[in-house]
């Protein structure tokens, strides 16, 4: 059931069943998460189940002051505060060492934890309200596209959650970006996101960015295929590429184009992520888009490279990943 997420009634409602080990959903700025306490087991478990995901996906525990960061992490080096205070609440989740009262159910076996204060006021009322952590993957089935409103959730989840507390169309858009921190370490990057590597960099220095290959032993869950639309999806360079696709396969295409589209009329659908070429915009609308392509009457899905830049950098990771079969 969807219900006003900004009613106080709601959130006390939603703490209740969270409190009961019933996993509710909530919006955050990146997208919409499918919460439990972190210190019921059972309901833990039961978000692996209802998403269908799998245990060695680990979770990210939503935070909503440096009180339970502390609670939830051991913290080693003085740089986390610095990022806490630039970036908290916002889209940069932490990967620290885990203090022991976390279960290996959350981490997936390992002695680190991903962690993140949600900039959503929802999200913040909520852990407030049940007065413990979150523990929260993105509220869509394991591999399918990510949900950036309530309806996204209630397509994919139908009633296998009592509760959608509904905050309108996520800000962000895309999921956290992910910083493993390391004492004495260069921070190293395991998934691009919300917030850019650039304005991380500003602030404490170079950033490594692994290869896909030892990212993926770095991050467990960061599969290949994930973010998938149910349609197929192509990547391709520009515009010029689509007669292409429309001469061999006589197909009805949709196509997500960053900016402008010159030739509307051989398309069955479109979307057009931002008109002023604004990254925040185009994240903003990037899974919303995606979910509107998949539902349309498209056969197949064309999606135009988007340039490496800032939040392009995190569109594109997720595109080459829905692109995947
Ligand atoms: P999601 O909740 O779907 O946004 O995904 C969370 C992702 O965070 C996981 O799929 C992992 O890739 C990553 N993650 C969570 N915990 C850890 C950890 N302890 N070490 C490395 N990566 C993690
Ligand atoms: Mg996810």
């Not at 525990?61 to 009180?67: D, E, G, P, S």
């Not at 908290?88 to 680190?112: D, H, N, V």
């Amino acid at each position: 059931m969807i219900v006003n997420g900004y009613s106080y009634k709601n959130i006390k409602k939603a703490a209740n069943f969270l409190k009961k080990g019933e996993p509710i959903a909530f919006p955050t700025e990146t997208v919409y998460g499918l919460g439990a306490n972190i210190y019921n087991k059972k309901s833990v478990a039961k978000i692996f189940e209802i998403k269908q995901r799998p245990f060695f996906d680990p979770l990210i525990v939503h935070i909503a002051n440096l009180k339970q960061l502390e609670e939830v992490a051991k913290i080693e080096d003085e740089r986390i505060y610095l990022l806490a205070k630039h970036f908290w609440p916002g889209p940069l989740t932490l990967i620290l060492p885990k203090q022991k009262r976390i279960s290996y159910l959350i981490t997936a076996g390992l002695e680190t934890v991903a962690i993140r204060m949600p900039s959503n006021i929802i999200a913040l009322s909520l852990i407030q309200e049940l007065n413990s952590p979150i523990a929260a993957p993105s509220a869509n089935l394991f591999t399918h596209l990510s949900p950036t409103t309530a309806q996204h959730v209630l397509k994919q989840l139908g009633n296998k959650t009592k509760l959608i507390l509904d905050g309108g169309k996520t800000t962000c858009g895309v999921e956290s970006t992910i910083l493993s921190i390391e004492k004495n370490k260069k921070p190293v990057v395991l998934r691009m996101g919300g917030l850019p590597i650039e304005n991380i960099e500003k602030i404490i220095g170079k950033i490594i960015i692994p290869t896909k290959k030892s990212r993926k032993v770095l991050a467990p869950g960061n599969l290949k295929n994930h973010y998938a639309p149910q349609k197929p999806l192509i990547i391709i360079n520009n515009e010029k590429e689509i007669p292409k696709y429309l001469k061999n396969n006589k197909q009805k295409i949709g196509y997500l184009a960053f900016q402008k589209i010159n030739n509307k009329k051989i398309l069955s659908d479109y979307k057009i992520l931002s008109s002023q070429g604004d990254f925040k915009e185009a994240a903003s609308n990037f899974f919303d888009y995606l979910h509107q392509l998949d539902d349309g009457p498209a056969e197949i899905i064309l999606a135009e490279k988007i340039k490496e830049v800032n939040l392009g950098k995190a569109m594109m990771e997720r595109l080459i990943k829905a692109a995947h079969r």
